[in-house]
């Protein structure tokens, strides 16, 4: 079996656990061999697709992996140099293996069993003697698969589906100094928002009532806005004026409105009716006195033709007028 090359325990504890049961199937091989690890091996251990291909980012974006070739559309995987099989240490990390997929299928490990299985790993590794590796080569494949490693994470599915993170952001500690620390206070309430008013219906147009009546507010009223208005007889022509239409113009909102408007009208056109009967009246009396003045001067005319006028003859008209 192998182990990780210059790196410490520390190192290899941090990897997620998905990631070490990938890295402990890949290292099942002899030193300079190549391995090719299929999908479904590793998710009889409980990793999931996801998990699987963010494995081989992480290894490789580590240095600790390098791709040997691609056949068929299969990659082909090569631990770098410095790896070395552990025989010893076999059997207890295929044991603790399979324990993490038994624990990954039944999915009712604790966080603590989950930190357990972890040491488990790490205890069967052997921290091989430090010296440094020429890891050159692998430079550039290693930050190229750290940026892909990096991208991918954010969709990467947790191996503990039952550790939800919280659904309420936690409360921000604030220190007065001292030591003393205390919870900020939570902001207050939205207010509701404001009810909305319901619409209401828009009036409807409708005829003229038959038995519109006549009010004693409309009397006070026409005797305050229209004094000397016949309001009997206009009421009268409004009501029989509206009640005979037929067309749309006959349905109207407010009837009262409506009836004010027509005593108005009513009432400019009998003071129309009776300006012009007064202008008749004067007229026709005027041509009365001018045919009676006529008529006097006519009969003068004849009372002075019909004298008699013998008595004056012979004499001086200038002496017989003479005072």
């Known amino acids: ?72 559309g299969r990659k082909w995987w090569r631990p770098v140099k410095g790896f070395r099989r552990d025989s010893a240490n076999a059997e ?38 430090e010296k440094e590796l020429d890891n050159s080569a692998n430079v550039e494949n290693s930050i190229n698969a750290e940026k892909i490693g990096k991208e991918n994470s954010a969709n990467v599915e947790s191996p503990f589906p039952y550790i939800k993170p919280p659904l309420k952001p936690q409360e921000t500690i604030v220190s007065f100094g001292g030591g003393g620390e205390a919870r900020a206070p939570k902001p207050p309430p939205p207010p509701p928002p404001p009810e909305r008013e319901r619409k209401k219906s828009a009036p409807k147009k409708f005829r003229l ?40 113009k006959a349905e109207r909102f407010d009837w009262d409105l409506t009836w004010r408007k027509g005593m108005r009208l009513a009432y400019q056109w009998q003071l129309e009716d009776e300006e012009k009967a007064k202008r008749k009246e004067e007229k026709n009396a005027a041509i009365k006195n001018a045919e009676a003045e006529r008529a006097g001067r006519r009969t003068n005319y004849e009372i002075g033709r019909d004298r008699d006028y013998s008595a004056f003859e012979g004499l001086d008209p200038a002496k017989a007028f003479k005072a």
């Open 92 to 129: 207890n990390l295929s044991a603790n293996v399979e324990s993490f997929s038994a624990n990954a299928e039944s999915r009712k490990e604790t966080p603590a069993q989950n930190s357990a299985n972890v040491e488990n790993f790490s205890a069967n590794v052997e921290k091989p003697p």
């Open 1 to 72: 079996m192998a182990i990780v090359p210059g790196e410490s325990i520390k190192e290899f504890t941090s990897l997620k656990p998905s990631t070490v049961v990938v890295w402990c199937l890949l290292c099942e091989v002899k030193q300079g061999e190549t391995v090719y690890l299929e999908l479904e091996k590793a998710e009889k251990y409980g990793v999931k697709k996801s998990a699987f291909y963010h494995a081989f980012n992480e290894l490789v974006g580590r240095g600790w992996l390098e791709l040997a070739g691609n056949f068929d």
């Open 209 to 248: 009532p038959a038995d519109y009546p006549l009010s004693d507010e409309m009397i006070d009223w026409a005797k305050r806005e229209l004094p000397g208005i016949k309001l009997i007889e206009a009421h009268e022509n409004f009501v029989e004026h509206w009640s005979n239409r037929t067309d749309d």
